[in-house]
């Protein structure tokens, strides 16, 4: 499924946004922040399935979505070139097998996540050499538990078997440090790194807020390039 384009998305306060994995709980939250705001048209939101529309509402005209696999260069070069959007928020997902032994080890699956990171920013950076519109990121991503670990005084945490640690956070802690250092060069493409420190999410439970009704953990604000946080 693609969502039909708009031929000027410039007409709000901010434009376009355009929300990667809108269909998840955290970019379903996002969605409903930037409607709330009033200041970004439209909002397109990227999914890698379009069966996955029917748990958001399609009743928002402000709301199209595109079918987009955010691993896949061409995709996200695409998606970005023909949407406009400046605001981006990206959150990505591990893709861990039901039978690890059977599909592929923890690392495999990391690595995938990692590589499917970089692609994306690639893409980001072909998009901008296309259209010259300046970009801000938002990325939902989590500490680098392995590099952490390993470059500590204390080895707090043993490797799995498949050499893997925390694979599930390292693989998106090294994405957004080479997001980080590639946009580096790019002034006019920006990013802004969202990241929940493992240990205080994990060993300190005192620190853990209780889900509130939406059923999020954390609730985060976050600027779109507007100002520093």
């Known amino acids: 499924m693609e969502g039909e384009s708009i031929a ?25 922040g930037l409607l709330d705001s009033g200041d970004y048209f439209p909002i397109y939101g990227a999914i890698d399935d379009a069966t996955s529309v029917n748990n958001i509402s399609k009743s928002n005209k402000s709301l199209i979505f595109n079918e987009v696999d955010w691993k896949d260069y061409k995709s996200v070069e695409r998606v970005l070139t023909s949407t406009q959007a400046q605001s981006i928020f990206l959150v ?20 995938r996540e990692y590589h499917g990171i970089v692609s994306f920013f690639d893409a980001l950076v072909s998009a901008f050499k296309k259209d010259n519109i300046p970009r801000h990121v938002v990325f939902s991503t989590f500490d680098d538990v392995q590099d952490i670990n390993d470059n500590s005084r204390f ?11 925390v694979a599930h956070y390292s693989g998106k802690g090294r994405g957004g ?3 980080l250092k ?9 990013i802004t790194l ?4 493992f240990l ?5 439970a005192s620190t853990i807020p209780l889900p509130n009704e ?3 953990q954390w609730t985060i604000s976050a600027c779109f390039g507007g100002a520093k946080i």
Do not use: W
């Open 194 to 197: 969202l990241t929940l420190p």
């Open 155 to 165: 080895s707090f945490i043993k490797p799995l078997e498949d050499g893997s640690m």
């Open 8 to 32: 000027n998305p410039r007409t709000s306060k901010n434009g376009a946004a355009l929300v990667f994995g809108a269909s998840g709980v955290q970019g379903r939250n996002v969605i409903q």
């Open 214 to 216: 939406g059923r999020t």
């Open 177 to 179: 440090k080479y997001a």
């Open 182 to 190: 590639f946009l580096d060069k790019y002034p006019d493409i920006t």
């Open 200 to 204: 205080h999410a994990n060993f300190f």
């Open 92 to 111: 990505t997902k591990m893709e861990i097998p039901p039978v690890v032994a059977a599909c592929g080890s923890l690392k495999e699956a990391e690595e």
